[in-house]
Structure formats: structure tokens, C-alpha cells
């Protein structure tokens, strides 16, 4: 695989922060609303969001087979379809653009003017139109603390869990980007001890710590994606933070899984990064055994050293972190979910978004929700300021945020941030 | 409600056989490949599909606030966006170009040669482009055979049953229309008494009897809709086959319910009826005890009187009727179904699609699944021609037919036909 752009030793002509997620390696997906207010397809180095679409109209593309309004786009599904090898193209054209040795762009300034923008001159939007939107369980730390939670201890895991990267499908309508505020979900509920269910405001609102990777094109109706083909479908990450609703989920989840408890509202990052960008952070996933069945079996580092972090943030206070965990905890990969996924003939889609499932750690203060932190209620949270948690309440603000780094480079994910209001 | 088009006395000057589906007070929508190959939005008459957008070209629709190019688009998405009230000035405009007494279309042949085809020259698409699938698990009869056959027959029932239409999320990327044919899946099963899964052909590929209803946007993230303003978000209803391998779903179904099971394919027959064409046939839905929560409470009749069919045929084979059930059997309504949806804010777009679950009837001659039918394989189902059957088998052709009549008028679906290929 050759990433010219990954090359550790590049700088920009922007000057980037040493701690920014966002140095001239990164060269993440986004859409954003300018100044303007012209929607357009962009990437970010440092604090410049940069606007591709009017690279392109000024020619900086122009011997990249590309559609001339690839770019002037409210979302990145037909970039997304154009393929890894047109992705690879762009990505190593913007590194060049930006590269610090590069004086055509660095002395335009009226070029500048019409390309970069601030952060606070432009508005994030949605990234992609998912079409559908699929979310997997794959940390058996998770899986296992549900388990013990909601049915038997001493068989947590279910026989099938070891066998199967499990997901299921979720909502498209309701994912939303960061910063979209969210109201407390009303459902139906079953309170201890009641002998009938009641509907009203939901009592256990919960963050679940994910990741989530969005495809392009895979396959036909009926054809299978090998697993060994599988992460070149692949466009890049996003984090997520699947929101839900406990008591609701625990109310109706039997027999056919999560409902209304998930489907009020799933937050994004706004910028996509390259699943090419997050190469130098290769690492073994977790030793399965048994061993899967051969068209789930793969050799070599099939997961990445991703540092993710929650913290919570009441209204007017200041933020807590409340976890620490890492993608690599997973123990499916997100090739094996690809080709799970597709073993039946599904068909993938560009802008197709799957999320990892909640991502818990071995040790109490890598748990990826409320849920698993604060063990059902039991052990409640204590926030900087005093106050304690066990689930989310009105008006606080949950941050995720992700990032990888070695010793030569820094690649993150920036954050997604939503606020809770009260129900309706 | 005021639907001109519904009236019973109407004729067509296009000739409509007293049995076809399709008389002048039907005018379902649809979406079809013409003979130029140009790709439009369609209504049918007798065994005439009609061009909308050539309809509207020539001046049809002048004074309905329409986009030119509303009908000249391959979904109809936008078109169901416009909203209920547009949807029945097209329908009474529709009725009145048809009426027999009306002479303008009638009498202009050259306009007749541009707007009218056979169905011979035309080839039906998916008629909707859709965000979000659904599917419920509505028929109180279908869940507790399940339940029987999956779980314990003295608590067939879960208890959250007959307290919340039970949905699930779909997959919308592979559903089809009518005479697109499927591969028999491949995936995960555990055979009995063997102590590991292996991967491999279904061995027990199932069709479902259903129906579903398309809707239009809806509602804002986090606004519930009232269980009474709950139909006038409803567009129309299609047929609906759920696809599901048995084997499949019964290793990985719990707990977060069926995936790779059922997320192969679904098919919809192409016509979409409007819930208005169907008001002559509201009949009342089972009685429900206990009562529901005041959130999905409703008075009058609120269900529909649709006639249901499905048939098998083998390779060079005659149909055989392997079902007869019928829409108003199912224990939750549509509207009751759209309000439990959205009773945690979720959203709801144009052109998503909601399935009614299997709709089983109280008799074994009405179970809307071979499941049901052949209890578990226990009970094979003899075809005509002496073929047995308990799953389906390759080369198979499933057919679900759907109709409602009374003593005036015949409203029908059509068909939605789907052949089974071998495995890959």
C-alpha cells in the first residue's frame, strides 16, 4: 500500500499544532456550510478547513480523473463510490498542495482567500446520506459486562458470541453530527416491581463509547466480499456515540434486540479519516479463540491503536473524563464485520455506516458506557464539582474524542459533542 | 376525507376487466422503465401503465402546484414529500382524465401514443428509494407460533408483547421488486447436536406473508406524532416477502435478533396502493386486551380488509396456493405502529418503508410462513403435481398476491414474484 501522503516527514505551510489531530498526514473527509453559505466537500489541516470544491474549479485537480462537480457536493457518497485508488490520488494531491516545499498555493494569496476558511467560519454538516446503518458487539468486555448485567453471570457471553461478529441493523434517520443537540427520549417502560408498563421520559439516558467505519460500493445483490478483500471497501472512521435509552432497551429488547431505546438520535464526528491515514497505527487484534470459521479467518495486525476517551460535562461545570479505552480492544475486526456481513450476499453501499459496538476494556475505567461505569446504578460516577452520575442528565454534554499517535506523527479524530435537553 | 376518486360509479374509457386489480378507482403509483428506455413515474388502468411525466409534460396537471419535473424522476420520493394533499388533487385529476365521460385524452390519439403502454413495453422498478426499513412483528398469531416453535409453548408470548408493537431495524439495500431473483444465502448454522457452527448453503430458506406501508416525512428529530394524526403520513401500502433463513436466524438470533437471517433480500410488488384507495375497505383490527397506553389508544376502524395469498411454483411447475390470510388479522394497526415509532422522537422520512410482520390467521391454513405452515418441518406441504415441501427449494417461485372488493369495486396490489436460485 503507498500512502505518499502518511509520510511522517511532510509539514504543511499551515502551521499545525504539535498536539492538533489534524497535521498534513491526517487529510480527513468533511462537508461543511461556508461563510458563503455554499455547501462544499473539504479537508482540514490544523485549524483551516479547506475548501476542495473550489481547489478543483481552480484547477488543482485537473489531471485526476474526477467529475467536475465530484467536490460541490452536500455529501461525500460519490467521492466515496470513485474508489480507494481515486481517494489515494486526492489525498496525495492535497498533501503535495499543502507541503511546506510547495510555493503555488502558499504564494496565491487569492487563491487562499477563496480556499481556506476557519473553524469558525464554516459549519460541519452530516458527512455522508447513510443508507443503512448497521451496529456490531464486537468487545467481549462489553459484551460480556451486558451479559452479566441483563441475564445470567455465570453464562454471560451467548454461545453464538464467539462464532459470529453479532450486529444488528439501526437507524440512518436519526444519526446526526456533532454538536446537534438531543432531547431525553419518552418510551415505554417496565419500573421494578410495577405490574404494567408506563410511557413517559426515559430515567436511564446512556452514551455507548463506538467507533464506526463508512464504505463505498462492495458488492452486487447476492455476491460475498472475501475477507481478505474486504478493508479496501473501506473509505474511513468516524467515532460514534450510539445514545440509549436503558430502561426502554431492557423493556422491549426480547426477542428482536434494541428498538426506540437506540433510535432517538446516534452522534458522528464530522471529519471522516482515512482509513489510508490510520495505516501507521496497524496492531494485532485480540487472540479469538476458538478460531473462527475459514471465511472469517485473517493473518497479520488487523486492528489500530486508536487512544478514545468520553468525558461529561454538566451545564456550567466543567468536563470529567469518564473513560479511557481503545479500538484495539476489539475483538472482531472490522474485516471480519465486512465479511459477516456480506457472507449472505447483503449488499454494501457507499455512505453505509457500521458502528464497533460499545468499546470496553478489561478494567473498570475503560467501560464504554454509563451502563458498565457506573455497574447498573450501583457505583455511581463522581464529577469533578462534586456531583455523581449514573446516567446522563439534563443538559449535560458528552464529548468522545480519538486519537492515534507514535513517535513521528499525531493522527485524531478531533471530538463529537452533543448536549442533552430535557424530554419534549 | 373526500376522495372523488374512490367513487364506485366511475368507468375508464381504457378497458379494465372485472377481476384485474387495477380499475380507474385504484391509481396506484409507480415507477417503470418505458420502451425509449426512459425511466418514469407511472399509474396504472386495466392492463395500461400511465406516463406521468408525460402527462404533466403536456399539460395535464397545469393548475396542481407540482415541480416540472416532479413525475420525471426514477423514486418517488419526492412526489410522497409533497404531501397528502397533492397526493389526492394527482389521484382526482388522474380519475377525472380517465372518466369515460371525458372526452379530452379520449379523443387526442397522438397524446394517447405518448402517455399509454402496455405492460408488455414497460419494466417495473423499485418504486421508492428507501431511507429507513422496519419491520414489525405484529400478528399476535404468528408471535406465538414463534414463540411455540423457538421458545417455551406455555409462554409463547413475551410479556412486553401485547403492550408495544415489537419493530425491529432492516436492511433497506436489498430490497427488490417483483421478478428480480434471489441466490438462497449462504451463513452460519449450528446443525443439531453438532458442537460447532459451520457456514454453508441455508437449508431452510422461508418466505413471509406481508404487507408494508410507505410513508412521507413525517416529523422533526425528537417530535412525536399523535396516534390520530398518524395515517396522514401514510402514503400507500405495498406487498412485502421477508425473506428469512431459518436456520440462519435461529444461531444468531438472540439477543439482538435476526441479521444475517433475514438482511439477503425482501421484495415489494411495484404498485403502490394509496391509503386513500383502500378507505372503502377500513374494517376494526382484534379487540386488545389490556388495553394499550394512552399513547397508541384509538377509537373506530382501523385496519383494512385486504385479501392475501401466497403460492409456490416449482421449475416448469403449476402455482399452488399455500396460504390464504388477510391484513386485518394483525393484532397492532399501521397508525399504532407509526406512533410507537416515533414515541422517542425518532425520525420519519419520505419514502420509509415499515413491514407489518408476518400476518398469520388463526387457522393452519393461514399462517403467512412455511415456518408455520410445515410446523418446524413436521408437517410437509403436499403441491400440486405431488412435490412436498417444508422449506423452499431452489428454482422455486414464490408469489404473494393481495386484493380487496366488495360489492362495488376491486382494489388490488398485483403480485410481487420472486424465484429462488441455487446458492453461488
Chains 1, 2 share one sequence.
Not at 462489553?142 to 458470541?161: C, K, Q, V
Request: hydrophobic share 35%; aromatic share 10%.
Amino acid at each position: 500500500m503507498s500512502n505518499k501522503a502518511n509520510d511522517p516527514s511532510l509539514s504543511s505551510w499551515i502551521s499545525v499544532s504539535p498536539n492538533s489531530d489534524f497535521p498534513i498526514q491526517n487529510i480527513p473527509f468533511g462537508v461543511f456550510l461556508t461563510r458563503d453559505d455554499v455547501i462544499t466537500i473539504g479537508t482540514r489541516i490544523g485549524d483551516y478547513a479547506i475548501d476542495l470544491g473550489a481547489l478543483h474549479q481552480l484547477g488543482y485537480f485537473n489531471d485526476i480523473p474526477l467529475t467536475d462537480d465530484i467536490f460541490l457536493q452536500d455529501t461525500l457518497n460519490d467521492f466515496i463510490s470513485d474508489g480507494q485508488k481515486t481517494w489515494r490520488l486526492v489525498r496525495d494531491r492535497i498533501s503535495e498542495i499543502f507541503d511546506s516545499t510547495n510555493p503555488i498555493l502558499r504564494e496565491n494569496i487569492e487563491h487562499q482567500k477563496t480556499v481556506l476558511f476557519t473553524m469558525e467560519e464554516i459549519e460541519m454538516q452530516l458527512p455522508v446520506q447513510i443508507g443503512d446503518y448497521t451496529d456490531f458487539y464486537s468487545s467481549k468486555e462489553h459484551a460480556t459486562n451486558i451479559g452479566s448485567m441483563f441475564r445470567d453471570p455465570e453464562n454471560a457471553l451467548l454461545p453464538n458470541w464467539l462464532h459470529i461478529p453479532i450486529g444488528y441493523h439501526g437507524r440512518s434517520s436519526t444519526i446526526i453530527t456533532s454538536d446537534t443537540k438531543i432531547r431525553r427520549p419518552k418510551g415505554q417502560t417496565k419500573p421494578k416491581g410495577a405490574d404494567k408498563p408506563i410511557y413517559g421520559p426515559s430515567k436511564m439516558v446512556d452514551f455507548e463509547l463506538e467507533m464506526a467505519f463508512i464504505t463505498t460500493d462492495a458488492n452486487k445483490l447476492g455476491e460475498t466480499i472475501p475477507i481478505e478483500d474486504a478493508e479496501k471497501y473501506i473509505f474511513g472512521l468516524v467515532l460514534f456515540n450510539d445514545w440509549s435509552a436503558r430502561d426502554i432497551q431492557k423493556w422491549e429488547y426480547v426477542p428482536l434486540g434494541p428498538f426506540n431505546a437506540k433510535n432517538f438520535a446516534s452522534s458522528i464526528s464530522p471529519w471522516i479519516v482515512t482509513l489510508d491515514a490510520l495505516q501507521p497505527f496497524r496492531v494485532a487484534s485480540p487472540s479469538q479463540t476458538p478460531e473462527p470459521l475459514p471465511y472469517l479467518r485473517q493473518k497479520g495486525n488487523n486492528s489500530y491503536d486508536i487512544n478514545l476517551e468520553v468525558s461529561i460535562t454538566p451545564e456550567g461545570g466543567v468536563p470529567t473524563t469518564v473513560c479511557k479505552s481503545n479500538f484495539k480492544y476489539m475483538y472482531w475486526t472490522m474485516s471480519q464485520q465486512l465479511a459477516h456481513h456480506t457472507s449472505n450476499g447483503c449488499k454494501v453501499l457507499s455512505g453505509d455506516l457500521m458502528g464497533s459496538g460499545t468499546i470496553s476494556g478489561s478494567t473498570p475505567d475503560s467501560y464504554g458506557s454509563m451502563l458498565e461505569l457506573a455497574w447498573q446504578g450501583t457505583k455511581p460516577l463522581r464529577l469533578e464539582g462534586g456531583q455523581t452520575r449514573t446516567s446522563i442528565e439534563d443538559y449535560d454534554t458528552v464529548t468522545l474524542k480519538g486519537y492515534c499517535s507514535n513517535d513521528e506523527v499525531r493522527i485524531g479524530f478531533g471530538q463529537v459533542l452533543t448536549q442533552l435537553l430535557p424530554a419534549n
